[in-house]
Structures are given as C-alpha cells and as structure tokens.
C-alpha cells in the first residue's frame, strides 16, 4: 500500500511549480539585467575604451560564483577588444554553502580600442550565468544574448 503513496509523492515533487523551470528550459529563467557603462563615452578613435556590463538579478535570485559569469563576444564592429570572453567568478567549485552566490555581482569588463574611422562600436555576444531562487532552492544554468552599442565621436 506504501507504493502508491510514494509514487504519488514523487509525481507531485516532478510536476511541482518549482520544478518546472527545469522541464520547461531556458525560456523560464528570471529575466537578469544587464548595465553597461562605456568609459570614456564617447569613446575617442584610437583610444582605449574600458565597457563594463554589470548583471542584476531580480529581487529573490542570486547568480553564483561557480561556474561563474561569462560573456563571449562573437561579433565586433569599429572596436579592436583585448579578448572574445570575459568571465567573473571561479572556475573552481565552491564548497561553503555561504559563498555560493555572488553578495555582489562584479561587472564583466571588456577592454578595447576604438577604430580610428569609426563613428559608433558594436559587440554581440551571449552572458552564460547560473543562477538560484532562493524560496524555493531550485538552481539552473541560463544564457541570453547581448548587444552593446559604443558611441565613438571626437
């Protein structure tokens, strides 16, 4: 008689609310912002350009320090950038429950050169985060895509 019961109990953990962002995919991660501060702005042709993204995950979900943030970089115009990929975090599992996540999320920062006879700078690329809800403790990897317009004047 045991057996149904159980049965019933797993059912219902696999098709809880919480559970569903992992069936569901990626397309149910919390929305995460993305602030980017271009300094100088404009940036000047021929001068180093210092672009700073800074991830704001929504009130009750924090992103963690393992795997850690990355932007890959897979389109670039009128900007010569130091690297394609720029991470944050550690790359080395973590094993304090307390440090898991971020307090606070340090900015991804991409270095670059602004192309002497170009008058704005493009980046595309996609952030790849893993993130927690903390009410319910349920944790997954998510992505999404980013654009960075760069004003080059002077």
């Not at 100088?40 to 021929?46: I, W």
């Amino acid at each position: 008689m045991t057996r149904p019961l159980v049965v019933s109990l797993v059912l219902a953990a696999v098709l809880s609310p919480q559970a569903a962002p992992a069936a569901a995919g990626k397309d149910k991660a919390p929305r995460v912002a993305a602030r980017v501060a271009v300094d100088p702005s404009p940036a000047r042709p021929g001068e180093p350009v210092r672009i700073s993204v800074r991830l704001e995950p929504p009130e009750g979900v924090t992103l963690n320090r393992y795997p850690g943030i990355t932007l890959k970089i897979d389109h670039v115009e009128g900007l010569d950038v130091a690297s394609r990929e720029v991470f944050v975090g550690t790359r080395k599992p973590v094993t304090d429950v307390e440090k898991f996540a971020f307090e606070k999320v340090p900015p991804l920062v991409v270095e670059a050169v602004a192309g002497a006879g170009s008058r704005r700078g493009l980046i595309r690329g996609e952030l790849k985060y893993f993130y927690c809800v903390k009410k319910s403790g349920f944790c997954a990897p998510a992505s999404r895509p980013l654009e960075i317009t760069v004003p080059i004047g002077g």
